[in-house]
């Protein structure tokens, strides 16, 4: 059988948990499989060990593997190394209209994960690591110039969001808080000239929420 397996952040640590997902009227919770149900003989009732998780962040696993062996699961981002856009990070998505997971890379058709054991690479996904899709980025600038009135900040992905980047980016550091982050291509129709500075995603989005 296909295994059926679901990720989601909790909502008391924000950790990613992954199993089986439960879900209620106004609740939804995963149930890791290595802990799993059991049946307590006094009582008379199975019993769960679950986590509270936010709805929004859950994604289903695609059944498929990337290229270092790490399952892929819906919300992934993962680059195409060897595409016409070298490296491009894109998106996987279910996509409802015909039922399937594919590579969503916005202004172009969606492709098929046929053979991504070989060529695909997981590099993030899009709820902690939003600055490395293009669409999400350009949504992450918008609100960055929004009222602040301090123009709008490049963010970089922070290393511990991203250990196995692709081979071209760079490691460098945030230039106010100080953390490592990773410095790479960036997408088509963007350019640095666009910002007024480049800084950790933490601290760009502390600046757009005029905290900076
Ligand atoms: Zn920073």
């Known amino acids: 059988m296909r295994e059926i ?3 989601a952040k909790r909502i008391d640590n924000g950790e990613w948990i992954q199993g089986y997902l439960w879900s209620g009227n106004d609740s939804s919770y995963i149930i890791p499989h290595s802990l799993g149900i059991n049946y307590y003989e006094k009582e008379k009732r199975m019993m769960a060990f679950s986590s509270e998780v936010n709805i929004e962040t859950v994604c289903q696993y695609t059944g498929l593997a990337d290229r270092e ?3 892929i699961f819906e919300g ?7 595409s016409d856009k070298k490296g ?11 039922s399937w997971f594919c590579i969503d890379r916005t202004n172009y058709v969606p492709i098929s994960l046929n053979g991504v054991q070989y060529w695909g690479e997981v590099v993030g996904n899009v709820f902690d690591n939003p600055e490395l899709i293009e669409w999400r980025r350009r949504r992450l600038g918008a609100t960055e110039g929004k009222g602040t009135g301090k123009g709008r900040y490049l963010a970089m992905p922070l290393v511990e969001h991203v250990r196995k980047p692709p ?3 760079m490691k ?6 100080g953390r490592e982050c990773w410095d790479g291509p960036l997408p088509e129709g963007i350019t640095e000239m666009m910002f007024v500075g480049k800084l950790c995603t933490t601290c760009a989005m502390q600046m757009a929420a005029g905290r900076g």
């Open 69 to 71: 062996g790490r399952k």
């Open 88 to 98: 491009f990070p894109a998106e996987v998505r279910y996509r409802e209209l015909d």
């Open 172 to 177: 460098t550091s945030c230039p106010i808080c």
């Open 76 to 82: 992934d981002v993962i680059v195409i190394p060897h």
């Open 167 to 169: 081979k071209y980016w």
């Open 5 to 7: 397996l679901f990720r």
